[in-house]
């Protein structure tokens, strides 16, 4: 490890952990230096330290924990460009992207177990160094719009309306359709969230793109009167989209 620690400050600096990621410094990611003789110091005395690296100057971090069901999920749907990840100890994974002052440290903002760490206030350890697998090592990606609108305050990332073509639709998605668009006034919500459900049901089989399937729902819901935002909140609740 201090081998590892040395070879990585050349490029980063770095502080050492214990075992349970918790810093051994006094002011943690704060102290993070790419002096070899501190290094050396720090890893003398904590040979098995792990590596600590703060996020935010050199880059910023999505955070995966695929040990849970909703973070695979969203990692196998997710729209991620290429760039570099790092394998965990846990089994999850680190996307690593270039700074943005946009990206803090979060927890399941995007998403249900899936977390950032960023913009100089936190940090993540470097599994790497462990011997835990990286993939697209040379390759540091700006991060997607559509992960900082869903960091962004909720006022500031309203949805795009789309409007659907109902009509082209394939017949199994037609009759969900139409039992929203049939529904009477009393239970406008209750199909509504029933068919979003199966809408979502046929995005998840792959059967039909998942955006096209959230913006059916809502364009079927506009259809029967409800208003924008009660469809919305339905839609999003049979999505399990966190607002």
């Known amino acids: 490890m201090r081998e ?5 400050a050349r490029s980063l600096p770095l502080f050492p952990c214990r075992d349970d990621k918790s810093p051994y410094t006094g002011n943690g ?3 993070a230096t790419q002096d070899s003789q501190r ?3 720090w890893w003398t005395r904590w040979p098995d330290a792990l590596i600590g690296v703060p996020c935010g100057p050199k880059f910023c ?7 849970h069901p909703e973070a695979r999920d969203w990692y196998s749907r997710a729209n991620i460009p290429t760039t570099r990840i790092h394998t965990t100890r846990s089994g999850g994974r680190h996307i690593l992207f270039r700074p943005n002052d946009a990206v803090g440290c979060t927890a399941s903002k995007i998403w249900k177990h899936v977390d950032t760490r960023g913009a100089n206030n936190g940090y993540v350890i470097w599994w ?7 993939q697209h090592g040379g390759v540091l990606a700006d991060v997607p719009d559509w992960i900082i609108a869903r960091l962004g305050p909720k006022e500031d990332r309203p949805r795009v309306i789309r409007t659907i073509d109902l ?6 998605v037609g009759g969900i359709i139409r039992a ?13 969230f029933w068919g979003a459900c199966r809408l979502r049901e046929l995005a998840d089989q792959h059967l039909i793109p998942r955006d096209d399937a959230f913006d059916i ?17 339905t839609v999003r609740s049979a999505f399990q989209v966190r607002s």
């Open 128 to 134: 790497p160094s462990c011997g835990y697998g990286v």
């Open 39 to 41: 290094i050396e110091h």
């Open 4 to 8: 590892a620690a040395l070879k990585l």
């Open 61 to 67: 971090v999505i955070d995966c924990d695929l040990q």
């Open 180 to 192: 929203i668009t049939d529904a009477l006034e009393g239970e406008r919500n209750k199909l509504l």
């Open 29 to 31: 990611f704060k102290d």
């Open 217 to 233: 729902a809502l364009e079927a819901a506009r259809r029967t009167g409800l208003p924008y935002g009660e469809a919305l909140k």
């Open 167 to 172: 009509d082209g639709v394939p017949a199994k």
